[in-house]
C-alpha cells in the first residue's frame, strides 16, 4: 500500500502561531490531497496538488510537494481555535486514494 | 445541496447477523467509496467502484460485500458481522479516484 504517514501525530499550538505538517508517502502518484476531519465527523476536502506543481495556495493553506523526496506539508497560517481537527494526507495512485493517519492539531485560544 | 448520505448513522449488533449500511449520492458521480477508521490507523479503503456494476476491492475488504445497481447509491454489507469490524465506517464518493473526495457523515458500527 502506499500510505502516507503524517507527521506529526499530534501538534499543540497557540492561537495565532503557524501550523506545519508533513506528509511522506511511498509510489508515484497523480497528486495529493489534504483534508480535514472535525472529531469524528467526515472527512472535509482542502487542497490538491498535483504532481507537476511544487507549490498551491487557498486561503491560509500553503501546500508544499516534492515528488523527488515523496513528501508534501501543509502550512496554516495565524491559526484560529476553530483549525482544531485532524488533518490528513491522501495520494491520488491507480484507482485509488490511500490516506495517510493524520496529525492531529490543536489550537488554543 | 450536493451530499453524501449515510444510514444509520449509529448502529449496535451482535456477531452473525446480517446488516447494510446504506449510501446515497446526489452529485452525479461515477465513483463512490467505502473506508473504515480505526484509531492510529487512519482511513483504510474496503471497496470502491468506479461505476455502476463495477466495483473493486480495497485494502481491507475482507468480511464485507457491495453492489452498485444504481449510480447513485453503494450499499456495504456484512453478512456476518464480528467483533473486528466494530469501527466507523465513511462513504465518500467523486467524480474520479483523482479528484476530491465528498464524505458522508459517517456510520458508527459497534459488534458485540
Known amino acids: 500500500s502506499q500510505q502516507g504517514e503524517e507527521d506529526p501525530q499530534a501538534l499543540s499550538i497557540q492561537e495565532g502561531e503557524n501550523a506545519t505538517m508533513n506528509c511522506s508517502y511511498k509510489?508515484?502518484?497523480?497528486?495529493l490531497q489534504w483534508y480535514r476531519q472535525n472529531s469524528g465527523r467526515g472527512l472535509v476536502h482542502l487542497i490538491l496538488?498535483?504532481?507537476?506543481?511544487r507549490e498551491k495556495h487557498s486561503g491560509r493553506l500553503r501546500v508544499t510537494l516534492d515528488t523527488s523526496k515523496k513528501s508534501s506539508s501543509l502550512l496554516i497560517t495565524a491559526s484560529r481555535a476553530a483549525d482544531t481537527a485532524s488533518y490528513f494526507c491522501?495520494?491520488?495512485?491507480?484507482?485509488?486514494?490511500?490516506f495517510g493517519t493524520g496529525t492531529r492539531l490543536l489550537v488554543s485560544p | 445541496e450536493a451530499q453524501v448520505t449515510q444510514n444509520p448513522r449509529y448502529l449496535i449488533t451482535v456477531t452473525g447477523k446480517k446488516l447494510t449500511v446504506t449510501c446515497s449520492q446526489n452529485m452525479n458521480h461515477e465513483y463512490m467509496s467505502w473506508y473504515r477508521q480505526d484509531p492510529g490507523l487512519g482511513l483504510r479503503q474496503i471497496y470502491y467502484s468506479m461505476n455502476v456494476e463495477v466495483t473493486d476491492k480495497g485494502d481491507v475488504p475482507e468480511g464485507y460485500k457491495v453492489s452498485r445497481k444504481e449510480k447513485r447509491n453503494f450499499p456495504l454489507i456484512l453478512e456476518s458481522p464480528s467483533p473486528n469490524q466494530t469501527s466507523l465506517y465513511f462513504c465518500a464518493s467523486s467524480l474520479s479516484s483523482w479528484y476530491e473526495q465528498y464524505f458522508g457523515p459517517g456510520t458508527r458500527l459497534t459488534v458485540t
Open positions: 509510489t508515484s502518484i497523480n497528486n
Open positions: 496538488i498535483r504532481s507537476n506543481e
Open positions: 491522501a495520494t491520488s495512485g491507480f484507482q485509488k486514494l490511500v
